[in-house]
């Protein structure tokens, strides 16, 4: 690892559409608001960039600007009445585009089905859609205790049922010549990859446990909270909105390692 590349501390919530969904001009600013609030924590000046597709594959979304209260309203008054599918609004850093490293970013997505009939809010793997936050750790003191105490309201906005937290995590890795598991893309790879396309279902298991796991019922096989929490490296276990489990554990498990054989008796693992 390269000592000059920054750590982040980063959140990301999957969550679903039927209760109420994020192109809702009150939860889309619900959401936008908590988001931006935790970024400027980072005191960098923040643009705004997405995708509303029309037809034949016209972007309705408001053009790349500073973000401010005029562009997040342009936003609204686009998700209220473009009829387009809203996919995806990134935040970031103005600097970003011109070097490797933002000093924080988000990004909220709409996950879509395709099938016969066209457009579907279900989904292969089950997320419907997800919130992406990440913030500098150099630059914002408690990066990841801010990030836990934003994340129990914005789970109830989302219809959270899966999440993770990390800490002292790289933006992303090398992978040969390339790069892998960037921040901004973490919500493709956490479910089209870990989850093979389908092959299996977010609500049913999980691929591997981070310093931070928000966990869904359906995601344990035995779900005695009491004995989970006894196991080695458990920080606290606790109970959030919507039926959540929250598991934190004492420390960051290093990239790609596999959780203790203990862990498997209380929750369901992805097969290698």
């Not at 931006?36 to 029309?54: D, F, H, I, N, S």
């Not at 408690?142 to 219809?159: G, V, Y």
């Not at 080695?232 to 039926?243: D, F, H, L, N, R």
Request: aromatic share 10%; hydrophobic share 35%; charged share 25%.
């Amino acid at each position: 690892m390269n000592q000059d590349e920054p750590l982040y501390s980063t959140l990301v919530l999957f969550g679903k559409e039927s209760a109420r969904s994020v192109t809702s001009p009150p939860v889309f600013n619900d959401v936008v608001d908590q988001t931006v609030e935790l970024l400027r924590t980072t005191r960098c000046k923040l643009k705004a960039r997405g995708t509303v597709q029309g037809e034949k594959g016209k972007n309705l979304a408001p053009r790349q600007g500073v973000w401010s209260s005029a562009l997040q309203d342009r936003w609204t008054e686009t998700l209220s009445q473009s009829g387009g599918h809203f996919l995806a609004i990134e935040w970031f850093d103005q600097a970003w585009l011109g070097g490797p490293h933002p000093v924080a970013f988000a990004s909220l997505h709409k996950h879509w089905g395709y099938g016969p009939e066209g457009y579907s809010e279900r989904t292969k793997e089950g997320p419907e859609n997800s919130l992406t936050i990440a913030i500098r750790e150099d630059l914002v003191e408690n990066a990841f205790e801010r990030l836990e105490a934003a994340a129990k309201p914005l789970t109830e906005k989302i219809d959270c049922f899966y999440g993770s937290m990390e800490s002292g995590v790289l933006w992303d890795r090398p992978f040969g010549r390339l790069r892998r598991d960037m921040i901004d893309i973490r919500w493709q790879t956490r479910t089209a990859v870990d989850y093979r396309n389908g092959k299996y279902r977010v609500e049913a298991m999980v691929p591997r446990l981070y310093r931070g796991n928000l966990l869904c019922h359906s995601q344990f096989t035995n779900p005695n909270l009491e004995q989970l929490s006894k196991l080695p490296g458990v920080a606290k276990i606790e109970t959030w909105p919507s039926g959540l489990i929250f598991l934190q554990l004492l420390d960051q498990p290093e990239y790609g390692s596999r959780p203790p054989p203990a862990y498997a008796d209380f929750i369901r693992f992805i097969p290698d």
